[in-house]
């Protein structure tokens, strides 16, 4: 018994002062983490940019975001956590999480946050990253859920946004009486501000509600066609983790399961300069809190574990806008719809005839099993319209979905053989089409990881809800190869590069031919420290399309988007964070067309010493010849709401955010920006349009705790 002692007692003593070395030497490093300094979250925001560049609309990312806000202010205690929590940050690949649960299990609980050094497959770049979200505190007892604590120490957020375009735009100029009766559709019904609104409880991530109401710019409000107010209301009330029920969701949730191929709603992040983070990670069945108006079920899911098994049932219910192709002219009942509308704008007669015209019922279910590092998963689902889906038909889309039903099954699985993490999917449709999907992560080694993606999408696999990697909008119609690295050449240089080699068995829009193409990216890093970090990287995709020039049989050419881009981050001081961006990009499509165009930014994020204030402003300047070298920029904006804008054309561009910290309960943030565009009288289009050469945009809002 003392020989135990004794060994545990020098192990203590030993860990104690190899920790306390590294704390020593890594303070020039590391630096203290003061909570006002600016999060660096690079890779997020290039995937973020990647999402605006293939959807290239205005949309809400918050459900990508807002686990990381979560723990921003409420940071995992990593003496106390498993791998479930550390997936959620999405910063962490399988083999890391592995290794460290694995050292803690080994070694004990932590004594400080440099002991991550210590953990294999940790490096500089990566503690950097998941430092703001992580601590190391002594693990208590857990306190078990009682009713009375609920709403004594849950926590209450409320966020009120206003926004507003200040230029006039032609949907809300005047207009004739007998002008606007001739057609309605020439003017927005409602005013030009676009309002937000959202609140949430939150009792210890284990009982949450709340609700997201949303107005539009040219949406009524509590008038006329929307006398409830807002145009869009979202609410959910969710349990975690009470018993044998690991959660529980009544309203608006999300249901994700396996790589995406079989059910996914809601976004999913693609390719990145972070090439061996292409795995996605399924959180199942969890709380929907976003404004987009898509992307979402309606009515009751639940999880329930059973030692290694988890049941995920989900029924869903809701209205949904639908672009109307006839109507019974005696009923008025529609008779089929022509495409499903996603944009969630009510603003003219016309879009208001497209809102809720489509009712969509879904249920089905997932069973999971899971043992030691094996995990497979087994999903069913019905989904059904209460009006038939016919769509224009074209060459391309003779395979798509239509009909009022379509039933998807799969089967995903991972296993972890370390250093190896297998992962895949593969899913069929009513119809019989199938699609699967299979990849491969490996940390070879401390300095070495690579990463590898196989997937085979016939053109006959149909299904609404999937969201696997890909090219395609759709997954569909596409097989392809990816193939990832990421080594360190030393201690602060690293690498990181893919190629992805993608086919179109069938036709596509606008492209009336199978097809074929590649995309290259390497990305070079240089972080020296916390405070500082450079990278170049070097992108290049490589499609096809229809020729331009007039033919009975279209022939292809290949498009070539190339660009290069150096990035720099630096907090020369604690209080001060600067980041430039200089970044060129050619376009060539056959041999005919070869255009050009940059862009150069400058941001400075500035936290006053005296008062609880921030400022962050960036001013950009850009040039490119048409819309298609447009390139897309990351912003900083106000909580929950996300700026990526388009530069194209030529011009400068600036912001400037305000954010003021009233007291420890209450945050106010002003932002404005503008976007001058040289040589131009009229920006936009249709009822956007704006007669002058800048346009710019307002923003005001308060959150506040209780």
Same mark, same amino acid.
């Given at each position: 018994?003392?020989?135990?002692?004794?060994?545990?007692?020098?192990?203590?003593?030993?860990?104690?002062?190899?920790?306390?070395?590294?704390?020593?030497?890594?303070?020039?490093? &590391?630096?203290?983490?003061?909570?006002?300094?600016?999060?660096?979250?690079?890779?997020?925001?290039?995937?973020?940019?990647?999402?605006?560049?293939?959807?290239?609309?205005?949309?809400?990312?918050?459900?990508?975001?807002?686990?990381?806000?979560?723990?921003?202010?409420?940071?995992?205690?990593?003496?106390?956590?498993?791998?479930?929590?550390?997936?959620? +940050?999405?910063?962490?690949?399988?083999?890391?999480?592995?290794?460290?649960?694995?050292?803690?299990?080994?070694?004990?609980?932590?004594?400080?946050?440099?002991?991550?050094?210590?953990?294999?497959?940790?490096?500089?770049?990566?503690?950097?990253?998941?430092?703001?979200?992580?601590?190391?505190?002594?693990?208590?007892?857990?306190?078990?859920?009682?009713?009375?604590?609920?709403?004594?120490?849950?926590?209450?957020?409320?966020?009120?946004?206003?926004?507003?375009?200040?230029?006039?735009?032609?949907?809300?100029?005047?207009?004739?009486?007998? *002008?606007?009766?001739?057609?309605?559709?020439?003017?927005?019904?409602?005013?030009? *501000?676009?309002?937000?609104?959202?609140?949430?409880?939150?009792?210890?991530?284990?009982?949450?509600?709340?609700?997201?109401?949303? %107005?539009? *710019?040219?949406?009524?409000?509590? %008038?006329?066609?929307?006398?409830?107010?807002?145009?869009?209301?979202?609410?959910?009330?969710?349990?975690?983790?009470?018993?044998?029920?690991?959660? +529980?969701?009544?309203?608006?949730?999300? *249901?994700?399961?396996?790589?995406?191929?079989?059910?996914?709603?809601?976004?999913?992040?693609?390719?990145?300069?972070?090439?061996?983070?292409?795995?996605? &990670?399924?959180?199942?069945?969890?709380?929907?809190?976003?404004?987009?108006?898509?992307?979402?079920?309606?009515?009751?899911?639940?999880?329930?574990?059973?030692?290694?098994?988890?049941?995920?049932?989900?029924?869903? &219910?809701?209205?949904?806008?639908?672009?109307?192709?006839?109507?019974?002219?005696?009923?008025?009942?529609?008779?089929?719809?022509?495409?499903?509308? /996603?944009?969630?704008?009510?603003?003219?007669?016309?879009?208001?005839?497209?809102?809720?015209?489509?009712?969509?019922?879904?249920?089905?279910?997932?069973?999971?099993?899971?043992?030691?590092?094996?995990?497979?998963?087994?999903?069913?689902?019905?989904?059904?319209?209460?009006?038939?889906?016919?769509?224009?038909?074209?060459?391309?889309?003779?395979?798509?979905?239509?009909?009022?039903?379509?039933?998807?099954?799969?089967?995903?699985?991972?296993?972890?053989?370390?250093?190896?993490?297998?992962?895949?999917?593969?899913? #069929?449709?009513?119809?019989?089409?199938?699609?699967?999907?299979?990849?491969?992560?490996?940390?070879?080694?401390?300095?070495?990881?690579?990463?590898?993606?196989?997937?085979?999408?016939?053109?006959?696999?149909?299904?609404?809800?999937?969201?696997?990697?890909?090219?395609?909008?759709?997954?569909?119609?596409?097989?392809?190869?990816?193939?990832?690295?990421?080594?360190?050449?030393?201690?602060?240089?690293?690498?990181?590069?893919?190629?992805?080699?993608?086919?179109?068995?069938?036709?596509?829009?606008?492209?009336?031919?199978?097809?074929?193409?590649?995309?290259?990216?390497?990305?070079?890093?240089?972080?020296?420290?916390?405070?500082? /970090?450079?990278?170049?990287?070097?992108?290049?995709?490589? %499609?096809?399309?229809?020729?331009?020039?007039?033919?009975?049989?279209?022939?292809?050419?290949? #498009?070539?988007?190339?660009?290069?881009?150096?990035? #720099?981050?630096?907090?020369?001081?604690?209080?001060? #964070?600067?980041?430039?961006?200089?970044?060129?990009?050619?376009?060539?499509?056959?041999?005919?067309?070869?255009?050009?165009?940059?862009? =150069?930014?400058?941001?400075?994020?500035?936290?006053?010493?005296?008062?609880?204030?921030?400022?962050?402003?960036?001013?950009?300047?850009?040039?490119?010849?048409?819309?298609?070298?447009?390139?897309?920029?990351?912003?900083?904006?106000?909580?929950?709401?996300?700026?990526?804008?388009?530069?194209?054309?030529?011009?400068?561009?600036?912001?400037?955010?305000?954010?003021?910290?009233?007291?420890?309960? =209450?945050?106010?943030?002003?932002? &404005?920006?503008?976007?001058?565009?040289?040589?131009?009288? =009229?920006?936009?289009?249709?009822?956007?349009?704006?007669?002058?050469?800048? %346009?710019?945009?307002?923003?005001?809002?308060?959150?506040?705790?209780?």
């Amino acid at each position: 018994m003392i020989k135990f002692k004794t060994y545990y007692f020098f192990a203590f003593i030993r860990k104690t002062f190899i920790v306390s070395v590294l704390s020593f030497l890594s303070l020039q490093t &590391y630096s203290q983490i003061i909570p006002e300094t600016p999060v660096n979250n690079e890779d997020i925001e290039q995937k973020f940019e990647n999402i605006a560049e293939n959807i290239d609309a205005e949309i809400d990312y918050t459900e990508l975001v807002e686990t990381l806000n979560f723990y921003k202010e409420n940071p995992i205690n990593l003496n106390k956590t498993n791998a479930e929590e550390l997936k959620k +940050l999405l910063l962490l690949n399988d083999i890391q999480i592995n290794n460290l649960i694995n050292y803690l299990t080994n070694n004990g609980q932590m004594v400080s946050i440099y002991e991550l050094q210590l953990v294999n497959g940790f490096d500089n770049k990566i503690i950097f990253k998941i430092i703001p979200y992580v601590t190391v505190e002594k693990v208590e007892k857990r306190a078990s859920l009682k009713p009375k604590d609920i709403f004594k120490y849950g926590r209450n957020t409320l966020i009120t946004r206003y926004q507003v375009i200040p230029e006039d735009q032609k949907g809300y100029s005047d207009i004739t009486d007998s *002008a606007i009766a001739a057609n309605p559709n020439q003017r927005y019904l409602g005013s030009s *501000a676009k309002l937000y609104t959202k609140y949430a409880f939150n009792y210890r991530d284990l009982v949450k509600f709340g609700f997201v109401a949303d %107005k539009d *710019a040219g949406e009524e409000f509590f %008038k006329g066609t929307q006398k409830n107010g807002f145009d869009f209301y979202s609410a959910y009330f969710a349990l975690k983790n009470i018993g044998f029920v690991k959660s +529980l969701v009544i309203g608006d949730y999300q *249901a994700q399961f396996g790589q995406g191929l079989t059910l996914w709603t809601g976004l999913g992040f693609g390719k990145s300069g972070n090439a061996i983070d292409v795995k996605k &990670y399924a959180q199942g069945i969890k709380p929907y809190s976003s404004a987009n108006e898509s992307g979402f079920l309606r009515g009751i899911a639940t999880t329930i574990l059973l030692k290694n098994l988890e049941f995920s049932l989900f029924y869903s &219910y809701k209205n949904s806008d639908a672009n109307i192709g006839e109507q019974d002219s005696l009923s008025q009942e529609n008779l089929y719809i022509t495409s499903l509308q /996603e944009t969630g704008y009510h603003r003219t007669p016309n879009e208001l005839a497209d809102k809720n015209s489509l009712k969509e019922t879904m249920y089905g279910s997932n069973v999971s099993f899971r043992k030691n590092n094996l995990k497979v998963g087994i999903t069913a689902y019905r989904f059904l319209l209460n009006t038939e889906l016919l769509k224009n038909s074209k060459p391309y889309n003779q395979f798509e979905f239509q009909g009022k039903k379509n039933s998807n099954y799969g089967f995903n699985y991972q296993y972890l053989f370390y250093p190896f993490n297998f992962f895949g999917e593969i899913s #069929t449709s009513e119809n019989g089409g199938i699609a699967y999907i299979n990849g491969l992560q490996a940390n070879l080694d401390n300095r070495f990881a690579f990463s590898m993606i196989h997937r085979n999408y016939q053109k006959d696999y149909q299904n609404l809800k999937s969201v696997a990697f890909g090219e395609n909008s759709q997954n569909s119609n596409e097989s392809g190869l990816f193939l990832g690295i990421d080594f360190s050449l030393a201690s602060k240089w690293s690498v990181s590069a893919y190629c992805d080699f993608f086919s179109f068995p069938w036709l596509k829009y606008r492209t009336d031919a199978p097809s074929n193409g590649m995309e290259y990216l390497a990305k070079l890093t240089y972080l020296p420290s916390r405070r500082i /970090e450079f990278y170049l990287q070097y992108r290049q995709k490589n %499609k096809m399309q229809n020729s331009s020039e007039s033919s009975i049989i279209h022939s292809l050419d290949e #498009t070539q988007r190339k660009s290069l881009r150096f990035n #720099t981050s630096y907090n020369p001081l604690q209080n001060l #964070t600067l980041k430039n961006r200089i970044e060129f990009i050619n376009y060539r499509v056959g041999n005919n067309y070869n255009k050009n165009g940059f862009l =150069i930014y400058q941001d400075i994020s500035y936290q006053l010493i005296d008062l609880p204030i921030r400022i962050s402003t960036r001013y950009a300047i850009f040039d490119t010849d048409t819309y298609d070298e447009r390139l897309y920029a990351y912003e900083s904006d106000v909580l929950y709401a996300f700026s990526i804008p388009a530069y194209y054309y030529k011009g400068s561009r600036f912001y400037l955010m305000l954010k003021y910290d009233v007291s420890k309960n =209450i945050d106010l943030w002003l932002r &404005y920006a503008t976007t001058y565009y040289n040589g131009k009288n =009229i920006i936009g289009s249709g009822l956007d349009e704006i007669q002058g050469s800048s %346009k710019s945009e307002i923003k005001a809002q308060v959150m506040v705790k209780f």
